[in-house]
């Protein structure tokens, strides 16, 4: 089947430092990727849209000039969170439909537990 | 807007029996589409099983099994023949195609954690 893969699984970082989630879609194009965030004991909540070859559209109450996303590729995007606050702790995880439609089943990379210290 | 409820924050079920997650969805869309996923302590998000609006039999997959009730809008998760494995988080989660600026993102529910007793 599909294959998302996100890297690194786990990182720390110092605060004040910027630190790039990667997700590569292994066996598919992906021209859509969506970031979620998810906070301890919470819910998976959307972040933003990444489209490949354009500008990603971020939901409300997210600083799009804190969370980056390029999706410069088929395969790629990445998000960077800069200049990484205590606050920004969390598990990041990445989505990518393979086809269009409804019932299009929603490939999930591995997530990114970040701890900014 | 577009909601999702689970109302049970934890279940406790005893191995080798059935439990029933409660999930229960809003949206004026008439087109949807219905997912499970189960999330172990790792962080993967695992597909369990999916209902489409108009589809006009509940969803199977192995042994979990989905109660579609569409005029309740409700889209509880069966599962058959409880695990120790099966301990986990379970989220319920819709998508539509149009919302916002967002097409085919999932909106999820805040989950259930369920745990198996041996």
């Known amino acids: 089947g599909a294959v998302v893969s996100q890297h690194p699984s786990r990182v720390i970082c110092k605060s004040g430092t910027s630190v790039k989630i990667e997700c590569r879609s292994l066996d598919f194009q992906a021209t859509t990727m969506f970031w979620y965030r998810q906070f301890p004991k919470q819910s998976l909540m959307l972040m933003a849209t990444?489209?490949?070859?354009?500008?990603?559209?971020?939901e409300q109450g997210v600083e799009k000039d804190k969370f980056l996303i390029n999706h410069a590729s088929l395969t790629l995007s990445t998000l960077t969170v800069t200049s990484a606050h205590p606050e920004d702790s969390s598990f990041y995880i990445c989505?990518?439909?393979?086809?269009?439609?409804?019932?299009?089943?929603?490939?999930f990379g591995q997530g990114t537990r970040l701890t900014v210290v | 807007a577009q909601k999702i409820t689970q109302t049970q924050p934890g279940m406790f079920v005893q191995e080798k029996e059935a439990v029933t997650l409660d999930c229960t969805y809003d949206t004026s869309d008439p087109s949807y589409g219905l997912f499970w996923y189960k999330q172990p302590s790792s962080g993967e998000m695992i597909f369990l099983i999916y209902q489409g609006s108009y589809d006009q039999q509940n969803a199977t997959e192995g042994r979990y099994s989905l109660n579609f009730q569409k005029a309740r809008k409700s889209a509880n998760l069966v599962i058959s023949a409880s695990q120790l494995g099966d301990s986990a988080m379970y989220f319920c989660a819709m998508r539509v195609l149009y919302y916002g600026g967002s097409q085919g993102n999932l909106i999820f529910g805040k989950g259930t954690k369920l745990s198996v007793k041996p």
């Open positions: 989505s990518a439909p393979r086809l269009g439609g409804l019932n299009t089943e929603a490939f």
């Open positions: 990444s489209n490949e070859g354009s500008k990603a559209t971020y």
